[in-house]
T-cell receptor, first 117, second 118 residues
Framework: DTEVTQTPKHLVMGMTNKKSLKCEQH?????MYWYKQKAKKPPELMFV???????INESVPSRFSPECPNSSLLNLHLHALQPEDSALYLC????????????????FGSGTQLSVL | AQKITQTQPGMFVQEKEAVTLDCTYD???????LFWYKQPSSGEMIFLIY??????QNATEGRYSLNFQKARKSANLVISASQLGDSAMYFC???????????????FGSGTQLTVLP
């Protein structure tokens, strides 16, 4: 099983709503990532969890709140978003830190297309 | 800071022909990894091929090969015998090893939109 599953695939929310994006992997990976991608642009890193602890927060606004309940799950809680937050949100996983190997590839989910009205 | 450059915003290729997608990078670290990902319109990022900075031979994976020129800091993707299903956005990405206790991350280039013509 080499899948990263993201739900929902599409989400429309108002600026006052609270919603959550979910990501799940069963590959035994210990690192999980959230990326934000605008149309025709490369993915931009938001958060990295390593062994269920937040290891990178790329100065993301507090209206985005990540959570890693266990090694297989990663959530992104959304609150009071702005229209400019509309984007494709990609989750990814990798085997995890340990050593300094550079060949650790990321496995991506198919993303959640988010529209903020 | 590392940097990845893809200078071709869009490319067209005839079906069954070969195509080369350019990627140059900049890093001061001798140890790094280079990746190519494909992103079809469905949104999923699909891993294609990997090249390590110390690898002596160019990487190959089926119809994909990587033309790695270390001195020029380029890692071009070659797709042979293009198929209609190859139409997608292609991203070059680089990973550097852990430094200063920071977790590793992948830095992406701006991407090349490839269109395969029938």
């Amino acid at each position: 099983d080499t899948e990263v599953t993201q739900t929902p695939k599409h989400l429309v929310m108002g600026m006052t709503n609270k919603k959550s994006l979910k990501c799940e992997q069963h590959m035994g990976h210990r690192a999980m990532y959230w990326y934000k991608q605008k149309a025709k642009k490369p993915p931009e890193l938001m958060f990295v969890y390593s062994y269920e602890k937040l290891s990178i927060n790329e100065s993301v606004p507090s209206r985005f709140s990540p959570e890693c309940p266990n090694s297989s799950l990663l959530n992104l809680h959304l609150h009071a978003l702005q229209p400019e937050d509309s984007a494709l949100y990609l989750c990814a996983s990798s085997q995890g830190p340990g050593g300094d190997s550079t060949n650790e590839k990321l496995f991506f989910g198919s993303g959640t297309q988010l529209s903020v009205l | 800071a590392q940097k990845i450059t893809q200078t071709q915003p869009g490319m067209f290729v005839q079906e069954k022909e070969a195509v080369t997608l350019d990627c140059t990078y900049d890093t001061s670290d001798p140890s790094y990894g280079l990746f190519w990902y494909k992103q079809p319109s469905s949104g999923e990022m699909i891993f294609l091929i990997y090249q390590g900075s110390y690898d002596q031979q160019n990487a190959t994976e089926g119809r994909y090969s990587l033309n790695f020129q270390k001195a020029r800091k380029s890692a071009n993707l070659v797709i042979s015998a293009s198929q209609l299903g190859d139409s997608a956005m292609y991203f070059c990405a680089m990973r550097e090893p852990i430094s200063s206790g920071s977790a590793r991350q992948l830095t992406f280039g701006s991407g090349t939109q490839l269109t395969v013509l029938p």
